[in-house]
């Protein structure tokens, strides 16, 4: 198991472009969370999944954003309409419930630059 | 709502001192957890800590979970220069059992060899 992986590292894109980041958590972990970070600034929660249920966003995620995980593995994370406000890393975690509370493993992130 | 401070905001000192940094909570954790991120890299976890007046350490690193459960000390000792990076203290953001976690706005840490 290679840990939580998340494509593309990088992406550019012109505002007013849909974007699509994909994330691959740990193969047995059932609950996996996106958090967005602005420079300077430590990670915000986003939503989370448990298995293939989206069970909270934060009111952060506008109706511009949306997130699937449709068989309870891989997720992926849509923003459509980019504005120049949607420039951060975003980071995809994982965990399993009942193991070490709040002891889940981020990935490298996805740097979103909206030009 | 909930907020994490930490400080100091930034640090830059010479290989080989110790470090301290803290996290204050304006309200009451019964979890913190410390983290360190590299460069265009993801958090990765440190050490946490599930009771108060707890200590725990993770080779060279020492953090504390306050007695007050408001406050939380990290403290590296003989810095290197691969302890370059920020380090931040994170929370359960709610009572619920969601995982879901709230972030301080870090310590930035930079050693000079």
């Known amino acids: 198991d290679t840990g939580v992986s998340q494509d593309p590292r990088h992406k550019i894109t012109k505002r007013g472009q849909n974007v699509t980041f994909r994330c691959d958590p740990i193969s047995e972990h059932n609950r996996l969370y996106w958090y967005r970070q602005t420079l300077g600034q430590g990670p915000e929660f986003l939503t989370y999944f448990q298995n293939e249920a989206q069970l909270e966003k934060s009111r952060l995620l506008s109706d511009r954003f949306s997130a699937e995980r449709p068989k309870g593995s891989f997720s992926t994370l849509e923003i459509q309409r980019t504005e120049q406000g949607d420039s951060a890393m975003y980071l995809c975690a994982s965990s399993l419930v009942g193991g070490i509370s709040y002891g889940y493993t981020f990935g490298s992130g996805t740097r979103l630059t909206v030009v | 709502g909930q907020q994490l401070n930490q400080s100091p905001q930034s640090m830059f000192i010479q290989e080989g001192e110790d470090v301290s940094m803290n996290c204050t909570s304006s309200?009451?954790?019964?979890?913190w957890l410390w983290y360190k991120q590299d460069p265009g890299e993801g958090p990765v976890l440190l050490i946490a800590?599930?009771?108060?007046?707890e200590l725990t350490s993770n080779g060279r690193l020492t953090a504390q979970f306050g007695i007050t459960r408001k406050d939380s000390f990290l403290n590296i000792s003989a810095s290197i220069p691969s302890d370059v990076g920020i380090y931040f203290c994170a929370g359960p953001a709610d009572s619920s059992n969601t995982g879901k976690l709230i972030f301080g706005q870090g310590t930035t840490l930079q050693v000079k060899p």
């Open positions: 309200s009451i954790f019964n979890t």
């Open positions: 800590l599930y009771k108060a007046g």
